[in-house]
């Protein structure tokens, strides 16, 4: 069965770090990727790579602050996330799709989805 885990979210404040990791199962994925959601908000698109991880796509709100990183090995995908400010606040959602979309940010593209992990940056 398709299963995708997410761990590492918690609190931090602002300027601080934390790593997500998202740990897949029952297939490889060709792309995978990160969303996140505030209270009150649309789900919104954070980052994406490819298997290879030689194609990225990042969110302007989060360049320079957050890198995206794979272990097919394992088939985990990380979120490092540095400088961290209190508009970081959401639930991220790793995601997963079986198509190349890198490119395409929408939710509505990708096929699975991990349960979320909650992150609070405090100031």
């Known amino acids: 069965q398709v299963q995708l885990v997410e761990s590492g979210g918690g609190l931090v404040q602002a300027g601080g770090s934390l790593r997500l990791s998202c740990a897949a199962s029952?297939?490889?994925?060709?792309?995978m990727g990160w969303f996140r959601q505030a209270p009150g908000k649309e789900r919104e698109f954070v980052v994406a790579i490819s298997w290879s991880g030689s194609t990225t796509n990042y969110a302007d709100s989060v360049k320079g602050r957050f890198t995206i990183s794979r272990d097919n090995a394992k088939n985990t995908v990380y979120l490092q996330m540095n400088s961290l400010k209190p508009e970081d606040t959401a639930v991220y959602y790793c995601?997963?799709?079986?198509?190349?979309?890198?490119?395409?940010?929408?939710?509505?593209?990708?096929?699975?989805w991990g349960q979320g992990t909650q992150v609070t940056v405090s100031s």
């Open positions: 029952g297939r490889t994925f060709r792309s």
């Open positions: 995601a997963a799709s079986i198509a190349l979309t890198v490119g395409y940010p929408g939710p509505a593209r990708y096929d699975y």
